[in-house]
Every structure is written in structure tokens, then in C-alpha cells.
């Protein structure tokens, strides 16, 4: 349903291949998508909403650099369209996950099987970074029960809407803590040794999601994970209907826009269908 894209960049004299792929589909009440409450208010009136979205992504970044392999998100998995998959979660959460959204994930969206395809080797993967607990971000894990995943300790400490019956058996990721900062970003981690892919830290959606800076010759491509849920919605200060805190939200959505208009960025929120186009075509957030 949705393509994938490619391109070559460099960082520091490395080459470096940045993949965006799409581990299938999601469609959201149109309210979830946008609303201009949080918490309670939203909630109720996205319940009451009976219109869909059309289908957006679920987008995960693959990078390959001189460093290792990187892969921001694992994305969604095929078992997400059974009817029982949010089961164990309780009786809420069943309910809540199987009426509120609609799932088209096919095995061969699955991140194990896009890495097939782009012959990529599990055990070149440096890491997994997961940006916050949400399963559409998460449930793809169940793949690398060898590989090293990444998880801010500040989001595992403090969730936001996970649903950990979902983790694979033993999920025992490794928790970084962001003690650094990076330019506008209070709280940073540096994932490589040549210090161009970082992640920060970028509240709202979750207390403690991150977002990941991939530092390229030229521009800088910025995952935004679900900052929002397009770059549209970055630049009119609107919100989604999820939000931990809109007042934490805008925060964010000012030092992202301060970000980028002293760098040129690429904006690539995880469910934007037009991010693909942005990033085939070095379309930055504001004009340089
Ligand atoms: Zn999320």
C-alpha cells in the first residue's frame, strides 16, 4: 500500500543509506488524528467520532552507516488484524485497540521481511531504538530476541499507553539515560561514536518520546516519530487527540521548528504519507 524509499547520503566522508519503509497500514478516528482537547475531553470525543482516516503509514527508518546498521521503530506485525491479538491486555484495552483503529499489516510488511528484501543482515544490526512503547512502534521486536534494542529510561519507567502484555516473553531491552543535550534538546543521547545520530528527547505524545537526528551532509533528517502525525499539524500548532499534555506538545513543536529553521531538516513523523516524497525529494521544513 505504501512505497518504500531509499536514498544515499554521506555524514562525515561516510557513505551512509538511509531506508524509509512502511510496516503496513493504520487508520485512526478522524478526531484521534486531530483534536483540540487532551486526555478526558479528547478521548470522549474521538470515542463518539464514527469516521475513519484513510490508511497511514507505519513508517520505521533503517540506517545504514559506516558505525553498523541502526533501525529506529520496529513497526507493526501481520497478527495485529486478529481479531484477539489485544486480548490479553484486558477487557478495555480489547475493546479500546479493536474499535478505535483499523490494521492492514501483511507478513511481507513486517520488518524481519524488509530486511530480506534489502539485504540487510540481523547480525549487522548495531541497534534497535525505539522512540516510545506505542505496540505499533514495538510489536515487530518479536523478531530480534538477539539483537541489542534501545529504550529510553525515562519512557520505561514512565509509559504512556503501552500495552507490555504485548512485549515478546523476556523483553529486556537496554535503557539509556539522554544525559546529554543537542542544540535546542535538553536531553540527548548520542547513538553513534561519530555523534551524527542522536536521539532526543521530544514529550508529549508520551511523557518521555524521542525523536531521532540523523546528521547528513547537506541537511538533517529528523524521525519524528508521533511528535504529530504530520508535518501539517507541526506547523498550524495542531494536536492529536492522544497527547499526554498539549501545553508539554507545543513545547516540543517550538524547539522543532527553532531546530529547524537553523538547520535544514527533513520532518518525517512515523504515520505522514507524504514524508516519503519529502525524503526522495530533500524537501526541508522551512526554506534554506
Ligand atoms: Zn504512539
Redesign the pocket.
Known amino acids: 500500500m505504501f512505497n518504500s524509499t531509499t536514498v544515499q547520503l554521506h555524514s562525515n566522508n561516510h557513505p551512509l543509506k538511509i531506508h524509509l519503509v512502511s510496516t503496513g497500514a493504520v487508520a485512526v478516528k478522524t478526531r484521534f488524528r486531530e483534536n483540540m482537547h487532551s486526555g478526558i475531553i479528547a478521548l470522549a470525543d474521538f470515542i463518539l467520532d464514527k469516521k475513519f482516516t484513510e490508511w497511514l503509514p507505519i513508517y520505521i527508518m533503517i540506517i545504514e552507516h559506516a558505525e553498523g546498521v541502526f533501525i529506529i521503530d520496529a513497526g507493526d506485525i501481520a497478527d495485529v488484524n486478529n481479531k484477539d491479538y489485544f486480548k490479553s491486555s484486558g477487557f478495555i484495552a480489547n475493546w479500546f485497540d479493536k474499535s478505535q483503529f483499523k490494521f492492514s499489516v501483511k507478513r511481507e510488511d513486517e520488518i524481519n521481511k524488509q530486511l530480506e528484501r534489502l539485504n540487510i543482515n540481523k547480525e549487522n544490526i548495531k541497534a534497535i531504538v525505539l522512540t ?1 512503547l ?1 505496540f ?2 514495538t510489536d515487530g521486536i518479536k523478531h530480534f530476541p538477539d539483537t541489542r534494542i534501545l529504550v529510553n529510561k525515562a519512557e520505561w519507567e514512565k509509559p504512556f ?1 503501552d500495552l507490555p502484555k504485548l512485549y515478546p516473553p523476556r523483553f529486556k531491552p537496554e535503557l539509556i539515560e539522554l544525559n546529554e543535550s543537542f542544540d535546542v534538546f535538553a536531553k540527548a543521547y548520542y547513538l553513534t561514536q561519530s555523534k551524527d545520530i542522536i536521539l532526543v528527547e521530544t514529550p508529549g ?2 511523557y518521555h518520546h524521542c525523536s531521532v537526528i540523523i546528521k547528513a551532509d547537506g541537511y538533517c533528517i529528523f524521525f519524528a ?2 511528535i504529530c502525525y504530520s508535518q501539517q499539524q507541526l506547523l498550524e500548532n495542531k494536536f492529536t487527540g492522544n497527547n499526554t499534555d498539549n501545553k508539554i506538545a507545543q513545547s516540543t513543536y517550538n524547539k522543532v521548528k527553532v531546530f529547524a529553521k537553523n538547520h535544514p531538516v527533513i520532518f518525517i513523523p512515523s504515520h505522514d504519507a507524504d514524508a516519503l516524497k519529502r525524503l526522495k525529494n530533500s524537501e526541508t521544513l522551512f526554506s534554506f
Open positions: 516510545h506505542h505499533d512502534h499507553g505524545h508520551t516519530a508521533d
